[in-house]
């Protein structure tokens, strides 16, 4: 009987994890304007997140490939030279909510903090998100700045007064109910 | 056992949520299709599977000096050159079109390349195919002015299929069945057309330098002193240029001079020093 109950419970767990929002086509867009005459920026619009409000989660996952540039040979460059995507071909973001406030009606700032992992490499981050919730839609927005350094993305010296260490990065989310 | 029940329950709500987000978004990386199985359009003298993108105008001058056996008088041959020049744009992401001028017999070119198939990192073809059609007319003045001549004569055709597949970061292979009709030839028991089957490689050495090496086999020679073009050099890239540095047998730069009417010998060291540096610009 017992054991039945715990089957039972099992079963039953997923109705109980509803508090999930996801979208597949979260955007998130970098650019770099150190040289005025060469603005470095793409836009990545298939970007998958997952935020789990009762357990306070949160998840990205970006495909290297998907961000676009307007010019085409930057966008080789990019892949070929600098993010190097087909031996990394994604990007993630798993971290927590520091405090989760219960109202999301009025946008909140909040902070996540978690693991970014891109380029092969890991790193501890902290963002400031503005999380809002309307009937079934969460929206979330965020800008923070990466530094290539940390990444161990390697700008030669030769392209180095065009291209900033240091990407901002803007991240534009609408999660749907589960 | 009212544990165990407890624990069940614990799990279900917190640890397995943990685990399922990544598993929500899922894998779906599996199509793309590789990029840059080489940095240039050409892999030294013939064409590589790349093709300018959209709306790009790629600008390319080739030079080749004289031979580098020729001796100190002449430079070791950088006192002569050949040079080709081309623009090509690329019309969608899968047709270019290109013109070019070579000063070799005065020769001018027309040419469409289209990708016919590409190689995609996982699932999906293992190689890329992209097919190039050429068309060349010499514009040199007719050796017998009296005699009657037709344009018809000066036009000669070079098709090409390459085949290429990325193995990995560094090494790129490709092949090259080419085959070449020229309307008129030197005598009569010359024929029309010949065929050659062209092998290509190139191994990055580091993440902007490259080293290419080319070989066209001829399997049916026109003539027998023609030889078969051998071509050794390096991609250099910095930024919107791709510089070519290499040292090859051939000193035409089309298709139906390298492949058909090469006459140094690597053996004899006939060979020519040249350069491709091409320049994109975005016309989007």
Redo the contacts between chains.
């Keep these: 009987m017992k054991k039945l109950l715990i089957v039972l419970v099992l079963l039953t767990a997923r109705p109980l994890l509803a508090q999930k929002y996801m979208t597949r086509n979260a955007e998130v867009y970098f650019f770099s304007d150190k040289d005025a005459v060469e603005v470095v920026e793409a836009t990545n619009n298939q970007v998958g997140a997952v935020i789990d409000l009762e357990a306070g989660e949160i998840a990205f996952q970006i495909q290297m490939r998907a961000f676009h540039f307007d010019i085409a040979l930057m966008e080789e460059h990019f892949n070929e030279n600098y993010v190097e995507s087909e031996l990394y071909p994604k990007a993630t973001f798993r971290g927590s909510f520091v405090k989760l406030p219960k109202d999301l009606s009025t946008p909140q700032t909040l902070t996540v903090s978690g693991t970014m992992e891109f380029h092969g490499i890991k790193k501890e981050i902290e963002i400031q998100v503005i999380l809002s919730l309307k009937d079934v839609v969460l929206q979330g927005d965020a800008k923070f700045y990466l530094l290539c350094s940390d990444f161990n993305i390697d700008i030669p010296k030769i392209v180095s007064d065009k291209i900033a260490n240091s990407i901002e990065v803007t991240v534009n989310a609408s999660l749907t109910k589960l | 056992?009212?544990y165990?029940?407890i624990f069940?329950?614990l799990?279900?709500?917190?640890v397995?949520?943990?685990a399922?987000?990544?598993s929500?978004?899922?894998d779906?990386?599996s199509n793309?299709e590789?990029?840059?199985t080489f940095k240039g359009t050409r892999v030294i003298n013939g064409q590589s599977i790349e093709l300018p993108?959209?709306?790009?105008l790629q600008f390319v001058i080739e030079h080749r000096f004289g031979t580098i056996n020729s001796g100190a008088y002449e430079l070791w041959g950088i006192d002569q050159s050949q040079m080709r020049m081309s623009f090509d744009y690329g019309l969608s992401k899968n047709l270019a079109i290109g013109i070019a001028r070579n000063s070799f017999q005065k020769t001018y070119e027309a040419s469409v390349k289209a990708k016919l198939l590409k190689q995609k990192?996982q699932n999906g073809s293992p190689i890329s195919i992209t097919s190039y059609h050429t068309v060349f007319a010499s514009s040199i003045k007719w050796a017998l002015p009296e005699r009657e001549n037709l344009f018809s004569s000066r036009l000669s055709y070079a098709h090409q299929i390459m085949i290429a597949r990325k193995f990995n970061?560094s090494f790129s292979l490709q092949l090259t069945p080419s085959y070449i009709h020229r309307n008129l030839v030197e005598k009569k028991n010359f024929s029309n057309d010949y065929m050659a089957l062209g092998i290509g490689g190139r191994y990055k050495l580091t993440?902007?330098v490259s080293l290419n090496a080319e070989y066209f086999y001829q399997l049916d020679r026109p003539f027998e002193n023609y030889t078969n073009s051998l071509s050794l050099g390096f991609d250099i890239?910095?930024?919107?240029h791709v510089f070519q540095l290499h040292i090859t047998n051939s000193q035409g730069m089309f298709e139906r001079a390298f492949i058909g009417e090469t006459t140094g010998k690597w053996s004899e060291g006939d060979l020519y020093f040249g350069f491709n540096i091409s320049r994109?610009f975005?016309l989007?």
Excluded: P, W
């Design positions: 056992m009212r165990l029940v069940a329950f799990f279900s709500s917190s397995f949520a943990q399922d987000l990544f929500l978004l899922g779906d990386d793309q590789v990029s840059a993108s959209k709306g790009d990192l970061q993440k902007r890239e910095t930024g919107g994109v975005d989007n």
